[in-house]
């Protein structure tokens, strides 16, 4: 995707499916973590832009640092008064691991069907068997789609069980 923002629909729609179970904001994160490896070779004028963290091995390391960066967090906020918006210090670890490690692998499979530069399979293939295997339109279509009714399934749970499902878990 050329904006990490469309990765989130995907996202919205797993967490209504299960929200004390996948941490949506561990999803995002997960996802703006990876994005900064095209970010930096993208300024730096350098190809490919997709590189080690753009595997799923890559990846797998992404989202451990992003279980480790929320488990550093929380412990230091039971220290130190850290801030709480999103209320992610009482997420649960669980619910962090999952999100995070479906953050970081449905970005390198949705961003195999859109960009060349991509190995996921790396290093034992250099082949991404899914580029161009579906128009780049339908992706997002289909990312913008998942986060709409990510979004009204939450909306609607929220108003039939008073919970706050976004935040709680």
Not at 56 to 67: D, N, R, S
Not at 74 to 84: H, K, M, Q, S, W
Request: with cysteine; aromatic share 14%.
């Amino acid at each position: 995707m050329p904006f990490t923002p469309f990765h989130f629909g995907p996202g919205a729609a797993l967490h209504s499916a299960a929200p004390k179970r996948i941490s949506f904001l561990a999803f995002c994160s997960a996802n703006v973590l990876i994005d900064v490896e095209p970010l930096y070779y993208l300024l730096s004028d350098q190809y490919p832009v997709h590189r080690f963290f753009h595997t799923y091995i890559g990846a797998t390391l992404v989202g451990i640092g992003a279980f480790v960066l929320f488990a550093v967090a929380r412990a230091a906020a039971a220290r130190i008064r850290l801030p709480n918006p999103f209320r992610w210090q009482q997420l649960r670890l669980q619910a962090v691991a999952v999100g995070a490690g479906l953050g970081v692998y449905s970005h390198v499979f949705l961003d195999s069907f859109m960009h060349p530069d991509i190995k996921p399979l790396a290093p034992f293939s250099d082949a991404n068997p899914l580029w161009k295997a579906i128009p780049v339109d339908v992706l997002y279509w289909f990312c913008v789609t998942a986060g709409a009714i990510g979004l009204v399934v939450i909306v609607l749970r929220r108003g039939a069980t008073g919970a706050d499902d976004v935040h709680h878990h």
